[in-house]
Nanobody, 123 residues
Framework: QVQLVESGGGLVQAGGSLRLSCAAS????????GGWFRQAPGKEREFVAA????????YYADSVKGRFTISRDNAKNTVYLQVHSLRPEDTAVYYC????????????????WGQGTQVTVSS
C-alpha cells in the first residue's frame, strides 16, 4: 500500500503561483511513477502531469505545458507540482497518484490516490 497526502492548495488570484506537494508513505514510493490529476465541478477528472520514478522523464497535458512543472524528491518521498500563471479555469481539486508503470497518463493506470487539495483561482 502507498498512502498519499496532498497539500499546498488554496485561493490565489489569476496569474499567481502555488506549489502543491504530495507526501507518500508505505511501500517504496521511489519505485512508482507519480502523477497529478484534477477535477473541476461538474467535469470529469483530467490528467495534468506525470513523472517517471527516477524523475528524468515528465509528461504534461497541453493545457498546462509551460505553466506547470512536476518534480519529485525520492529522499523525501514527495512529488511536487509547481503551478504558475494560474487561470480561473485551473480551479479544481488536484489529486496526486502513484502508478507501478514507468510513466502513466490515464487514471486507470494509477493504483493509489490521495484525497485531493483544492485550488481556486479568482479572476
Amino acid at each position: 500500500q502507498v498512502q498519499l497526502v496532498e497539500s499546498g492548495g488554496g485561493l490565489v488570484q489569476a496569474g499567481g503561483s502555488l506549489r502543491l506537494s504530495c507526501a507518500a508513505s508505505g511501500r517504496t514510493f521511489s519505485r512508482y511513477s507519480g502523477g497529478w490529476f484534477r477535477q473541476a465541478p461538474g467535469k470529469e477528472r483530467e490528467f495534468v502531469a506525470a513523472i517517471r520514478w527516477s524523475g528524468d522523464n515528465t509528461y504534461y497535458a497541453d493545457s498546462v505545458k509551460g505553466r506547470f512543472t512536476i518534480s519529485r524528491d525520492n529522499a523525501k518521498n514527495t512529488v511536487y507540482l509547481q503551478v504558475h500563471s494560474l487561470r480561473p479555469e485551473d480551479t479544481a481539486v488536484y489529486y496526486c497518484a502513484a502508478s507501478p508503470l514507468t510513466i502513466a497518463t490515464t487514471g486507470r493506470e494509477y493504483d493509489y490516490w490521495g484525497q485531493g487539495t483544492q485550488v481556486t483561482v479568482s479572476s
